[in-house]
C-alpha cells in the first residue's frame, strides 16, 4: 500500500484544461483547493454539506458536490469549475439562456446550477419540465429564480443557441 | 475536521489488513456520507484508507440468470444501467428517488449501504447519543423524534436507517458479498442491517476488519409489477418520512409473489415476509392490501411527535401496493401520486 504522510500530500488535476499542482492536507476539500490554493473563487460554498449545491463542478465530466471531495481522492482527475465554461465575449448557450430568461438574482448559486445543468445535459436523461426540475433539485436558489433556472435549461435542451452544448 | 493519515489501497488484502491491525481506520468511497460527519466530528477516523483504485466497479450477470454489482458502482450508473432499468426497476426508482445527481454521481453501492442515521442528535456532538456515544442516552425518545422510528425500536435508540436504494433491495431480496481476513462470505440484506437493542452503535453486522466487495441480485421474475412511494416534507431531495417499496406478480388477478419493504420507519428497511404470505392467492384489491399493510404495522408503536407516520406508513403500503398492480409505478419525477 502506498501510505502518504499526515501532513503534505502532492496532488495534480487537470483544471479547465490546465495542468495543476499543489501540496495539500488529506483532509481539503476540492472546494477549499479550489477557492483557497488556486483562487478559482467562482465555485461557491453554501452549506459544505452536500445539502445546496453551490459547490458544483464537473469531475470527469460528472457534477458533484465538491464540498464532499476530498481533493487527494480524485488526484489525476479532469475538472471543469465555471471558470472554464464559456467567456465574456462568448457565452456558454447555457450562461447565454441564464441571461435572457433571468434566471439569477443575486447570482451566488448560478455557477453551480450552470455546472449542474451541463452535467444534466450529458447525461442525457432529463427532457421534460418535470425532469429537468427534478433533476436540478440538488441546487437550491435562495432568491428563487427556478422559474427562470427551468426555462433556460429546457430552451438548451430544445434547441441549443450559438455553439453546442458540451 | 480532526486530522487522519490518508491511505489509497493497492489490493482488497492491503485494505483488509490495514483494518484488521488499524481500529481507527475507515473506508472512503464516494465520501459523501463519511466526509459529512467527519466535518462535524462524528466519525473521526485516525486513518482514511481510500479504496477508490480497487477493482469494485463491474456489474456482471451470475450463472443463475442474477446480477452482481461491485461495491464502488455509482448510484447513478446503477440506476442508468440498462440491465437495471428494464430487469429492476424498482431499484431505479428507488436510487433516484434518493439524494441529488449530484450526490449519486458520488455515492457507491456499499456507501449507500452503510449510510448512517440523520437522526438530528446522533449528528449534534453537543448532545448525548447512544449510536455515536455508547452509554450517553437517547435524547431522541423523549425529544425531537418526528422522524423517528415507528418499529423495532429500543430503550436505547430510535433512529431509523435513511437508505431509499436499501429499501428496494430488501424487496427484491439481496445478497452482499464481504470479505474479511478469513475470506468471503455472503450476508442477505435482511440480517445485514440489524435493530438497535442494547448495541445501536451497531448499524450492521459487517465486522470491522470486512469490506464489501459487492450484492447480488436473485433472477427478476418477468411480468413484475413494482412501485416505490417516497413521502416526505419536500417533494425532493429530503429524506423520506416513510417510503415503500412493493413487488408484485398477479395471475389472472390473483397475487402469486408480494415483496413489500418499508423505509423510514426503522432502524432497518422493514419487511415482514410472515405478512406477505398472506397476500398470496387473494385478490389484489384494495381490502386486501388494507389488511396486509395492518399485519405489517401491527408492532408499530408510536413516540411523542411521529404518531402520525403509523398512519401514513399505512397509506402508503396500500397506495404503492395499487399502483403495483395497476402497473402505474409512481414517477420520480412527476411527483403526483395517482
Ligand atoms: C444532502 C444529502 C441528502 C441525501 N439524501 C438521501 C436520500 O434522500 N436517500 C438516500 O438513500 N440517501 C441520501 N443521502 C445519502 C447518500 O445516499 C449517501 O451519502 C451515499 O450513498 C454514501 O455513499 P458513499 O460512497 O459516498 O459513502 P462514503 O461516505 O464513502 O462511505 C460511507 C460509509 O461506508 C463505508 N464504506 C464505503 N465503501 C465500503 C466498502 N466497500 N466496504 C466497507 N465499508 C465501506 C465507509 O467507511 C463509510 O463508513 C443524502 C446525502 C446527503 C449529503
Ligand atoms: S457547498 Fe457543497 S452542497 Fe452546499
Ligand atoms: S440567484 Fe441568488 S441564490 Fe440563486
Known amino acids: 500500500m502506498e501510505v502518504r504522510a499526515n501532513t503534505a500530500l502532492h496532488v495534480t488535476l487537470t483544471i479547465n484544461g490546465v495542468e495543476r499542482k499543489a501540496s495539500i492536507e488529506p ?23 452536500g445539502q445546496c449545491g453551490a459547490c458544483t463542478v464537473l469531475i470527469n465530466g460528472k457534477r458533484i458536490n465538491s464540498c464532499l471531495v476530498l481533493a487527494v481522492s480524485r488526484d489525476g482527475s479532469e475538472i471543469t469549475t465555471i471558470e472554464g465554461i464559456g467567456t465574456a465575449n462568448e457565452l456558454h448557450p447555457l450562461q447565454d439562456a441564464f441571461v435572457r430568461h433571468d434566471a439569477l438574482q443575486c447570482g451566488y448559486c448560478t455557477p453551480g446550477q450552470i455546472c449542474s445543468a451541463i452535467g444534466l445535459i450529458s447525461e442525457g436523461k432529463a427532457k421534460t419540465r418535470d425532469e429537468i426540475r427534478e433533476a436540478m433539485s440538488g441546487n437550491l436558489c435562495r432568491c428563487g429564480a427556478y422559474i427562470g433556472i427551468v426555462d433556460a435549461i429546457e430552451e438548451v435542451i430544445a434547441a441549443p443557441r450559438r455553439k453546442t452544448v458540451r | 475536521m480532526r486530522r487522519f493519515e490518508y491511505l489509497r489501497a493497492a489490493s482488497i488484502d492491503q485494505a483488509i489488513e490495514r483494518l484488521s491491525f488499524d481500529p481507527g481506520a475507515k473506508l472512503l468511497a464516494g465520501g459523501t456520507n463519511l466526509v459529512d460527519l467527519m466535518k462535524y466530528d462524528v466519525a473521526c477516523p485516525t486513518t482514511i484508507i481510500d479504496i ?17 454489482i461491485g461495491a464502488l458502482v455509482t448510484n447513478s450508473d446503477l440506476a442508468f444501467h440498462p440491465v437495471i432499468e428494464n ?3 424498482l431499484l431505479a426508482s428507488a436510487i433516484l428517488a434518493g439524494a441529488s445527481a449530484q450526490l449519486r454521481n458520488a455515492a457507491t453501492v456499499a456507501g449507500n449501504l452503510l ?20 452509554g450517553s442516552g437517547c435524547p431522541a425518545r423523549n425529544g ?31 445478497m452482499i458479498v464481504v470479505q474479511g481476513p478469513n475470506g468471503a462470505r455472503s450476508i442477505s440484506l435482511a440480517d445485514f442491517h440489524r435493530l438497535p437493542g442494547d448495541t445501536p452503535e451497531q448499524d450492521t453486522t459487517l465486522r470491522n476488519n470486512e469490506i464489501i466487495l459487492g450484492i447480488e441480485l436473485p433472477p427478476a421474475p418477468e411480468f413484475q409489477r413494482y412501485s416505490y412511494l417516497k413521502i416526505r416534507d419536500r417533494l425532493s431531495y429530503a429524506f423520506a418520512l416513510v417510503s415503500a417499496a412493493a413487488l408484485l406478480t398477479i395471475d389472472d388477478g390473483v397475487i402469486s409473489t408480494a415483496h413489500v419493504a ?20 387473494r385478490p389484489a384489491s384494495r381490502g386486501n392490501f388494507h389488511q396486509f399493510a395492518s399485519m405489517l404495522l401491527s408492532r408499530s408503536e408510536a413516540l411523542s411527535q411521529n404518531g402520525f407516520k403509523i398512519e401514513l406508513a399505512r397509506r402508503t403500503v ?21
Open chain 2, 144 to 174: 425531537l423524534n418526528r422522524n423517528h422510528a415507528i418499529l423495532g425500536a429500543s430503550q436505547d435508540c430510535v433512529a431509523t436507517h435513511p437508505s431509499d436504494m436499501c429499501v428496494a433491495l430488501a424487496a427484491i431480496g439481496t
Open chain 2, 52 to 68: 477508490n483504485d480497487l477493482p469494485l466497479g463491474d456489474i456482471k450477470e451470475t450463472s443463475d440468470g442474477g446480477l452482481r
Open chain 2, 262 to 281: 418499508l423505509g423510514g420507519v426503522a432502524h432497518k428497511p422493514w419487511r415482514d415476509t410472515a405478512a406477505e404470505v398472506v397476500l398470496v392467492g
Open chain 2, 87 to 89: 430487469r429492476y426497476p
Open chain 2, 318 to 338: 396500500v397506495r404503492a401496493l395499487e399502483q403495483a398492480a395497476s402497473r402505474t409505478p409512481q414517477s420520480q419525477s412527476d411527483k403526483r401520486v395517482h
Open chain 1, 27 to 49: 483532509c481539503v476539500t476540492l472546494l477549499d483547493l479550489l477557492r483557497e490554493k488556486f483562487d478559482l473563487t467562482g465555485t461557491k460554498k453554501g452549506c459544505d454539506h
Open chain 2, 115 to 134: 449510510q448512517r442515521t440523520r437522526c438530528s442528535y446522533f449528528y449534534d456532538v453537543m448532545t448525548p447519543c447512544n449510536k455515536r456515544t455508547p
